[in-house]
């Protein structure tokens, strides 16, 4: 990379992590979106995006636990399949017509998540209509999203997050507390998965995790002073729609 693109890269995944952290999400979509729209290669965009989905991830579950919403027993039936499966994922290397396709549908996936999120529900009513995970669904589930994470290098958090919210399985925080720590086996173990294959990582990934650490530190710290997270959420989901369909039609 030249200098002027390493700056240019650096600004575009601060203001990601920013933006993403002020609404309390990691960003591996995010990221994904900004290296695909600055044309960068499948081998460079899926270990950076992992490594960097780590380093925020680690924060956030780090942050959750503390705050006493984690679930042990929530968490380890996805985990148990999904850490090896992201692995393996993270091992295999996609045709790259084929990888982004994947990845464009996945950006698009992120970017409906974002325009459809509803509003959480009241303490109350979120308790009430929680339910047990059956055993079976929960390993089966994340299996496929551990596979799905390692293969594209997301976390796998913006699939089991809505899974756990739509089937009543968790409250918010316990799911956002959960998926936090999932992300962060997943990434860490596709990056794992992707090194075992490739034995290459960019030589800027330290430059590039200093600015994804800055900016999520600064959205964090305004993301508690109540910035207007819909209307952050919709400019998200726009870049992706935009990165999604550039993946998909060039």
């Given amino acids: 990379m030249t200098p002027e693109f390493l700056m240019l890269l650096?600004?575009?995944?601060?203001?990601?992590?920013l933006l993403y952290s002020s609404v309390g999400h990691a960003g591996a979509s995010g990221y994904i979106a900004v290296m695909s729209l600055l044309s960068l290669a499948p081998a460079v965009i899926k270990p950076t995006a992992l490594a960097l989905n780590i380093l925020v991830a680690l924060v956030a579950a780090w942050q959750f636990w503390r705050a006493g919403h984690f679930r042990w027993a929530l968490f380890w039936p996805f985990a148990v399949t999904a850490v090896p499966a992201a692995f393996v994922g993270g091992w295999i290397s996609l045709p790259t017509r084929v990888f982004t396709l994947l990845l464009g549908l996945v950006l698009l996936w992120s970017a409906w998540r974002f325009f459809s999120e509803p509003k959480a529900?009241?303490?109350e009513t979120a308790a009430s209509a929680e339910r047990s995970v059956p055993r079976a669904a929960a390993l089966a589930s994340?299996?496929?999203?551990?596979?799905?994470?390692?293969?594209?290098?997301?976390?796998g958090g913006i699939f089991l997050t809505p899974l756990l919210l739509m089937m009543g399985w968790a409250q918010p925080k316990n799911a956002a507390a959960v998926s936090a720590l999932f992300i962060l086996m997943n990434s860490s173990s596709g990056l794992l998965g992707n090194w075992a294959s490739t034995r290459n990582l960019p030589d800027e990934l330290p430059i590039l995790l200093a600015a994804v650490f800055v900016g999520g530190a600064i959205g964090s710290f305004m993301g508690s002073r109540r910035l207007p997270a819909q209307q952050i959420k919709r400019l998200l989901a726009l870049v992706l729609v935009i990165a999604g369909l550039k993946l998909l039609f060039t």
């Fill in 10 to 17: 650096c600004a575009a995944l601060f203001v990601v992590a």
């Fill in 121 to 123: 529900p009241q303490p």
């Fill in 142 to 155: 994340g299996a496929g999203i551990g596979l799905l994470s390692g293969l594209t290098g997301t976390g």
